[in-house]
């Protein structure tokens, strides 16, 4: 299985880059991770000008992203779910997309094309963080699927 996470964020040195992969190891045994980091100069202006501009940027640079696989876009007013929820969302696929949108959010045209709108909970963290909590609820995903002892 491949899992890409797209974020709108910029490429830079974080103090959760070891914590990314440490997740990402123990990942690999069920799927291939690749991490995609998207903050062109549309975006960077669209910031200049308006919420309303920049999560139409977003759209413009992630769309052409959600061309195969299941996608699942990341919301605060996506779908609360449990574990084992999100876990079934992890099962039978071939590729899955996970898109984590910039400081505005994305527009409602760009979440009605997604196959799935979650939400990591109700309290506002930075996209770096959500990143950490998304990529340890995959692991614990393919355990709960494959038996592993670690989600419990």
Known sequence: MNIEIVSIAKKERSIYDPLYKELTKMISRFAKVSDVEIFNKDVT????????????????????????????????????????????????????????????????????????VISLGKITMSHKIAKAVLLEQIYRGFSILNNHPYHK
Do not use: C, R, W
């Not at 449990?82 to 949108?101: A, T």
């Open 45 to 116: 202006k669209a910031h200049t000008i308006s919420p309303e501009a920049s999560q139409s940027a977003y759209t413009k640079v992630l769309e052409p992203l959600m061309d195969k696989g299941f996608t699942i876009s990341l919301h605060p007013d996506g779908k609360i779910i449990d574990s084992f929820e999100f876990s079934k969302l992890l099962n039978d696929k071939m590729s899955i997309k996970f898109f984590i949108g910039g400081a505005y959010g994305f527009e409602d045209e760009f979440l009605k094309k997604s196959d799935a």
